[in-house]
């Protein structure tokens, strides 16, 4: 079988295109996915009773649907729905938004609930108020006994982002798609755009690695 990687070189800036708006989506995702997730995360542990039953159907009923059901709700279902409907872009990065964040919010739960319990009751026996102990105490420990799953989560939104092909979002995969079936050279393009997304994420989680082993011990308490 003979390999031909001429397509792939005559169309590096429509690919080039794809992988930007990849990243776009990706660095969004991210972002967003943290801020809903932290809020989540802290409105379940120290909101009122009545907020924590809605923010646990939240998490749970994410964990239990695909992303890729998400995302085509968002797209397809929330138009009819509401009459308003959503760019491409922007209902993929709702619906990966709000799925990543689910898992985020378990995650900061559980790397705030690692903490010794006294050291809240430290905090409030000097005088310190809740939100107080949670910002300077709480969370600069739990942030890096988390960081290891956040390196997880991130590498997994990356990989995520690929999904929002089946949208119409013209990133990197849905573009690998479109030349693929124009250039009839499957393997060549969709074994490069492979290499990509490896090239993309595993640095990221090896960075993430070497940065926790040099700071793990100021998460120990």
Known sequence: MDFDFSPLLDSWRFLLSGLGL????SVTAVACSFVLGLAVALGRLYGP????????FYIDSMRAIPVFVVLV???FSVPILSG?????????LIGITLHVAAYVAEVIRAGIGSIRK?????????????????????????IVRMLPAFGSIISVTIKD??????IAVPELMRQAETLAGETYRPIEIFSTIMVVYFVIIFPVTR???????????????
């Open 49 to 56: 009773a009545w907020l924590r039953i809605p923010l646990v």
């Open 22 to 25: 990849t990243l776009l989506l």
């Open 207 to 221: 960075l993430i690695d070497r940065f926790y082993t040099r700071v793990a011990h100021l998460g120990r308490s």
């Open 118 to 142: 006294g050291q809240f009751q430290a905090g409030l026996a000097i005088g310190m108020s809740r939100p107080q102990i949670v910002r300077e105490i709480l969370l600069p420990q739990a």
């Open 161 to 166: 982002t690929a999904i929002a092909a089946v």
């Open 73 to 75: 709700w968002i797209y």
């Open 84 to 92: 308003h409907s959503f760019a491409p872009f922007w209902a993929a």
